[in-house]
């Protein structure tokens, strides 16, 4: 039988991930990304239990240790840089390495094995029973046996072959915003988190430089658009005039840099995940996470489309059926705790705020806050 040819749109957790096993499995996969290298924010996310399993069986866990963060536990501040609460991450046997250091270590493991194809991005999908015929913004048209959508909560592959963003995006209230800082932080083992009511400021150690993270709550925008550098520091400097602690030294860092990300904090729902010989993964698929297990998930349901893809290789739509099926049971607990995370990290009023700090100095260890970057926002 004739490899089967399979694009991936998307180089950054999922994609990769697909890559190694789909060639594993038999076929041929091409990895296509709009970036011209590859590119993610910094921000730190986990890697664990399924994800876990799935990275030492591509070899790679040694290398996720080597470049995991050293944070152990969120110290909570007020606008005078006081201590008001302190949580312990509880890691187990979790890793949490920054995002970017995730996905070049994922390329590195795949890239032998597929084709990457840097500086391009899907324009134009138009399948038939023997396959899908694709577009590209730079590149000649090809001919594939499959698609698979892997870029992301603004996918492309799912605007073309399933409808308009609108449709199964929904905001939840809250922006992230996330910035590298100029150098390291004074103590590596502690995520430091200063909130007033509606908005938060957390500078993570992360490695090397460190990370500042702004959330704060907010109305969808209309004509909002996640490019608009110019729009994110506007937004920045309105959502949080008057904040007291490190506030505004950062955000003249906002106003000096040119590697600022801003996104809504976003929940993806839809009824199925597949179109014919087209299949989403990853946040196009379902973008859940406010606490950073977004890449879990990517590389957990990624792994399971590759093996269903295996099992069954000229039967896709049984193949996406099943993994739909089993990966729905890891997400859709996700989708419906997002409210609780918000709540958690970004109190919307002083009591809120108060009994969220009364709470962490009630409490030895509230395992629930984790992370403070929403995967799919990052």
Not at 241 to 261: K, S
Request: proline share 5%.
């Amino acid at each position: 039988m004739t490899e089967q040819t399979v694009l991936i749109s998307g180089a950054g957790v999922a994609g990769p991930t697909l890559a190694y096993w789909l060639a594993r499995a038999g076929f041929r996969p091409t990895v296509v990304e709009r970036a011209a290298g590859l590119r993610s924010s910094g921000s730190p996310v986990d890697v664990r239990g399924p994800a876990a399993r799935v990275a030492d069986r591509m070899g790679i866990t040694e290398k996720l240790r080597e470049a995991s963060t050293d944070a152990t536990a969120i110290r909570f501040v007020d606008g005078k840089g006081r201590r008001t609460g302190r949580v312990a991450m509880n890691s187990g046997g979790d890793i949490e390495i920054p995002r970017t250091d995730l996905a070049a270590i994922l390329h590195d493991a795949a890239r032998d094995h597929a084709e990457f194809v840097f500086h391009d991005s899907i324009t134009g999908l138009r399948q038939d029973d023997g396959g899908v015929d694709v577009t590209f913004d730079r590149g000649a048209p090809r001919r594939f046996d499959l698609v698979i959508g892997a870029d992301g909560l603004h996918s492309a592959v799912r605007r073309l072959a399933f409808g308009p963003e609108r449709e199964f995006v929904e905001h939840m209230g809250v922006y992230i915003a996330t910035l590298p800082l100029a150098g390291p932080t004074a103590d590596r083992t502690e995520v430091v988190m200063y909130n007033s009511p509606g908005r938060a400021v957390a500078v993570h150690p992360s490695r090397g430089r460190g990370i500042a993270a702004f959330m704060f709550r907010g109305d969808a925008l209309p004509g909002f658009d996640h490019r608009d550098t110019g729009l994110h520091r506007r937004m920045l400097a309105e959502a949080y005039a008057g904040a007291g602690w490190r506030v505004p030294e950062l955000l003249e860092q906002v106003r000096e840099a040119d590697d600022l990300y801003l996104d809504s904090v976003s929940r993806v729902r839809m009824d199925t995940w597949a179109a014919g010989r087209i299949v989403l993964a990853g946040d196009a698929a379902s973008c859940v996470s406010l606490f950073g297990d977004g890449s879990t998930l990517a590389m957990t349901g990624a792994f399971t489309l590759a093996e269903e893809l295996g099992r069954t290789p000229d039967d896709a739509a049984a193949a996406f059926r099943r993994y739909e099926t089993t990966h729905r049971k890891l997400v859709d607990p996700k989708l419906r705790n997002v409210s609780t995370a918000a709540a958690l990290l970004i109190p919307a009023t002083r009591g809120g705020l108060a009994a969220r700090n009364l709470g962490t100095r009630l409490l030895p260890m509230v395992t629930a806050a984790r992370r403070l970057v929403p995967a799919c926002a990052a």
